[in-house]
């Protein structure tokens, strides 16, 4: 893909007006954003892009393939001006069920041990998927519904919004097997989100607490029937979009995440640069006119002059 360019030399602008990463993906020599995954559906629905484990034989058990998918799209799905929220599900009556443990009978190559395999492989992968999550500008609403178990539990703790199916259930699995009831950043989100003692109390005793006590808990923002669990979380992503520039967006969930180790100090310090960075953008300069009341009927006859739409 090529931008035209006039006899000046200079490149026109006019094919970014239609594809704005056009002509960043030329000047920058980024790849396409195409997501054509083995253990993972990518689904488009305008500004939404659906994101569902596609495993659900083995309950989404996270096997090496799917983690690989999954780390990729998130480190991919960055740069993409399209998409301005996630919403991450799993096919079939699981979310995640944990790891694969069919893949703990690989052998490790001949000249490394198991713990060096174990912990610089196959368990930073495990935890680069919580890792991509917080990192992803986007945000992430889990569409969740089934079992999360294990390192299930720690995504839906990774996530920024959860919307919970009647079936969900979660469980810090790990416990059952032998190993601690922390994995996956469970033990960084999970107090934040529910408090020190219902945490306590998950990833301790590791006995499955259901969606309707998770919503008492302040875990979930909904429950709603399996049926309707992704259509409620495309519902308050759509909402997002509409009613925020990506920018403006991006830069809120970056807010959120750093107030979760921030000083009151550094967070108003990151608030006012965010702000200021927003406030120059084509966008916010949109914004200030939607509000301009001499505006108004400009407004309700070219919507469309108005739009947000800049990354």
């Avoid at 713990?115 to 930073?124: G, I, V």
């Avoid at 960075?277 to 001499?294: C, F, H, I, W, Y």
Wanted: aromatic share 8%.
């Amino acid at each position: 893909m090529h931008m035209p360019i006039s006899q000046s030399g200079h490149y026109l602008l006019i094919e970014r007006e239609d594809n704005p990463m056009s002509y960043c993906q030329d000047q920058y020599k980024l790849d396409p954003f195409e997501y054509d995954y083995e253990k993972l559906i990518v689904t488009k629905k305008g500004p939404v892009y659906i994101v569902s484990f596609n495993d659900a034989a083995n309950l989404n058990a996270m096997s090496y393939q799917q983690m690989a998918d999954f780390n990729d799209f998130l480190k991919r799905v960055r740069l993409d001006p399209e998409c301005r929220a996630i919403v991450l599900t799993g096919e079939g009556r699981a979310f995640c069920a944990g790891f694969n443990l069919n893949e703990l009978n690989y052998e490790p190559p001949a000249d490394m041990g198991r713990a060096q395999r174990d912990f610089y492989l196959m368990q930073s992968i495990c935890s680069d998927q919580a890792v991509n999550m917080r990192n992803c500008p986007q945000p992430i609403i889990g569409a969740l519904k089934g079992f999360a178990v294990g390192g299930g539990l720690s995504l839906s703790c990774a996530c920024d919004m959860r919307v919970c199916g009647e079936s969900y259930s979660m469980q810090a699995g790990y416990l059952n097997i032998g190993l601690t009831g922390t994995d996956m950043s469970g033990s960084y989100y999970l107090p934040r989100i529910v408090g020190y003692g219902r945490a306590a109390e998950a990833l301790m005793t590791a006995r499955r607490i259901k969606a309707d006590e998770l919503k008492e808990w302040g875990f979930a923002n909904q429950v709603v029937p399996d049926e309707e669990c992704v259509d409620a979380a495309v519902a308050m992503a759509e909402m997002m979009c509409k009613n925020s520039a990506p920018l403006g967006l991006r830069l809120t969930k970056e807010s959120l995440q750093a107030s979760l180790d921030n000083s009151f100090d550094s967070q108003i310090k990151m608030e006012n640069r965010n702000q200021v960075l927003a406030s120059q953008t084509e966008d916010a300069r949109k914004g200030v006119l939607k509000m301009n009341p001499k505006l108004r009927e400009d407004v309700k006859a070219h919507p469309e002059n108005y739009a947000f739409k800049n990354l």
